[in-house]
């Protein structure tokens, strides 16, 4: 499956930044790893769930989510907040497909870039997924 390539919007960090009383300033690039925080999962998990977010704000916190989990010490093979957060992305595969693609880091096991690689990597493989310019 192809699907168009997908990029934070400055509204949406602007949104999250605002609701989750997040630092926001001009010279932050990455931003959505930036404020990552692994003590805060649950909460950011809970507003992805619940909340009523716009597409945008869903995928940067997402991105969020993600890279909080890839920070914290949890055995992510074991825990249900990452099983519930791997079935989210499976089941919004338009949305994160760019996502999904960013976070399994080429093709071989010798190619980990983080240790949620594995994870995002096989959601990959399994819905044969491309992201498209």
Request: charged residues 25%.
């Amino acid at each position: 499956m192809h699907y168009q390539i997908r990029y934070p919007t400055q509204f949406a960090i602007q949104t999250l930044a605002k609701r989750f009383d997040l630092p926001n300033t001009p010279t932050m690039q990455d931003w959505e790893y930036i404020v990552a925080d692994s003590n805060r999962i649950n909460e950011f998990l809970k507003a992805y769930i619940e909340e009523p977010l716009t597409e945008d704000e869903k995928f940067v916190l997402m991105e969020i989510l993600i890279q909080s989990f890839d920070d914290s010490d949890r055995n992510l093979a074991q825990d249900i907040d990452w099983q519930c957060l791997l079935k989210l992305l499976e089941n919004n595969m338009e949305l994160h497909a760019t996502t999904i693609c960013y976070w399994a880091c080429g093709n071989t096991a010798y190619d980990l870039c983080w240790r949620v690689t594995p994870y995002l990597r096989q959601i990959r493989i399994q819905n044969h997924l491309k992201t498209i310019e």
